[in-house]
Each structure stands twice: as structure tokens, then as C-alpha cells.
């Protein structure tokens, strides 16, 4: 008899809390019911403000350019070091960027070039900043340059309340970026080029100071060196000088390479320093001079520094010339793939966006300051509640 009546306690009791659960839903939309006011009244004010505050939103354009960075290519740079022997196989390993597009994207944002566009374009007046930093700073937040890591193209948008303008500005970061890699020696054929050019601004220096020396000595002698005199040990000085001249070079391109401890390094550093020894020892002899004044001497040592420099300069010119070459066959450093063109629709503000958020807020605002006032409303009615209400008030007054 027990057993019926023990077996039917817990499905009274799950019935008892399916029936607590559909009361308390009924009572939630009861509440709600009660409060359709407040609940409506909320999402309502609070769509209506975000549609006025978009209205009264300056429209703001975006303007995006595409432009394709240099790639590397490894026929120029292979051609190039071939000259040099051995740091064919070196430059293979070191010159692992898969993608210089992250290097070109610092470029962009590199202080010198926001400051040339700053100048440029008065955006420190325009964005009404009090200092070069802030202006920056706003510059930043106003362009935004990313890359594709898949296709390795780079993307520059930039936003302004004037379509034309944020074009302009779009389009002048990728003129300024040529401008700058102009200055600079990025690629293997641009720093075999600047580095050339520089030992021949050298070599033209030592080249005229040689000429003065041998001028001085002419007078200083009173007397014409002769060619026979002259031309003693001339050539053999010359085409040394030029041999030191071109391990100088290897030496220095394997440097930014190798470590010292590289066996090519060492063994060119070995044959380099033999060749001076061997040059000095050359140009300490007189050849056919030796019967001549200490002030012929002079000037005959003038005379082969002369010759010597200017074996110098065609090994230089030579190697420019070839360096200007590979620089020409890696074509333009910067592509403009898509010009930034004036945008015929804003990108900001989103009013639909701000619509629909603003009234989502409302609506959750209105459900709990709704179940805040049923739950005041219940409270006041309940004597014991009312009294701890009273008392709150009370240890709260300021009296």
C-alpha cells in the first residue's frame, strides 16, 4: 500500500516544479505587461537620440590605394655577386625576406615621411593640432596601411571629411615612399651603386690631389719629367692598385654577411694585405729613376700616383656601371596598382549600425529597469520589506 504512494511523491513534486516554472514565466511576462511603458519608452528615446547624433555626425570618406612593393629577384642579385666569387652562395642564404612588404610598410610610417607629408598638406593646421606629434598622432589614426600577406600587396586608406582630399593624401604617401627610396640604398644593386659612388668621389679627390702634388714637384724640379722616367714601374703600380681596389670591394660586401671568423673573408683579407706589402715594396723603388734628383723623384712618384688613380677610377667606373645596370633591370622600386580615387559614398558614420545598437541598449535597459520597478512595486506591498525600505532611507538621510 506504501509502495504506490512512495512512487508517486517525486512525480507530484516534478509536477510541482514544471508548475513553479510556467508561474514564474507567466509572472516575468505579467511584470513585463504591467511595465510596457517603461519597456517601450527606453528603446524608443534611445533610437531616437542615435538617429538625431548620426544626423549630426560629420560624414567621413575613405579613400584607399594599392600599390605593389619591389620584388627580390634573385637573377639580379646572382648576377651581381658573381663578380664577387664567393658571396654568391652567402647572399643565397642571407637574403631570406619573403616578404619586404613589412619593411616598405614601416617606411610608410616612418616619422620622416609623416613629417613630409605634414608639411606638405599643412596638417597640423588642418587637424588643428597644437604640436608636431599630436599631429602625427592624429595622422595615424586617420590612415591605416596593411599588406596581403598572400598576394604581398599594400593597401593605404585614409579618412577625411573631404573625399578629394583623404585621395590626395592617400596617393602623396606613395609618391612620398618613391621620393625616399630615391635617398635610400635598399636594394643589393642600390647599395653596390652608392657604395661605388663613393669610392670614386674618393678617388677623384686623391686623383686631383696627385695632380697638384706632381705639378708642385714639375716646378719645384725645373726641369719636364720625361715619359721614360715617368712611366718606370707605372704600370705594374696601376694594375696592383687596381687588384687591391677590387678585393677592397669583396671585402666589404662579404662583411655585411660573413663573420670574421669565415674562411673567404679570412683568405681575401690574406690576399689583400699581401697585395699592400707588395705595393709598398714596389713604390719604395725608383725603377728608371734612380739617377734622378730627390726633387724628380718627387715628381715621378707624383707622376705614378697619377696613373695609379686613374686605373683606380676605371676599375670603379667599370664596376658603377655595372651596378647602375642592375639597378635599372629591377625596375621601379615602388607600382601603383589602384590610384585612390574621390569616394562617391561615406564610410562613416554607420547610421543604420548606430540605430540598431542604440535600440538593442534601450531595450535591455527598459526589461531591467522594468523588473527593478515590479520588484519596488511587491516590496512596498509587503509590510516587512516596507520596513527595511523605511529603514535604508533612514540610515542613508543626511538629517
Known sequence: MNEPLASGAPISASAADA????????????????????????????????????????????????????????????????????????????????????????????????????????????????????????????????????????????????????????????????????????TEAQQRRVFYEQQMLKTQDALAQAEADFRAAKESSGMQVTAVIAEAGVRASAELRAQIASREVQLQALGRFATPQNPDLQRISSELSAMRAQLSKLEQGTGGADKATPTQQAAVKAYREIKAREAMMGVLTAQYESARVDEAKEGPLVQQVDVATAPERKSKPKRAMIVIVATLAGLFLGVQVAFVRQAMKKSAKDPETAQRWSQLKKAWSLR
Open 19 to 186: 508548475e513553479d516554472d510556467e508561474i514564474s514565466l507567466i509572472d516575468l511576462a505579467i511584470a513585463l505587461g504591467e511595465e510596457k511603458k517603461t519597456l517601450f519608452a527606453f528603446p524608443a528615446f534611445f533610437g531616437a537620440v542615435a538617429v538625431a547624433v548620426s544626423l549630426l555626425m560629420t560624414p567621413i570618406y575613405t579613400a584607399k590605394t594599392v600599390m605593389m612593393p619591389p620584388q627580390q629577384q634573385q637573377s639580379g642579385a646572382a648576377s651581381a655577386l658573381a663578380s664577387l666569387g664567393a658571396l654568391a652562395g652567402i647572399a643565397g642564404s642571407a637574403a631570406g625576406i619573403k616578404s619586404p612588404d613589412e619593411m616598405y610598410v614601416a617606411f610608410l610610417q616612418s616619422v620622416t615621411l609623416q613629417n613630409a607629408l605634414i608639411e606638405k598638406f599643412k596638417l597640423q593646421e588642418r587637424y588643428e593640432a597644437k604640436t608636431l606629434t599630436d599631429t602625427r598622432l592624429k595622422l595615424k589614426d586617420l590612415v591605416r596601411i596593411s599588406s596581403d600577406k598572400k598576394s604581398g600587396l599594400i593597401s593605404i586608406e585614409v579618412d577625411d571629411k573631404d573625399p578629394a582630399f583623404a585621395a590626395e593624401l592617400a596617393n602623396a604617401h606613395v609618391e612620398q615612399l618613391k621620393h625616399m627610396l630615391g635617398q635610400l640604398a635598399v
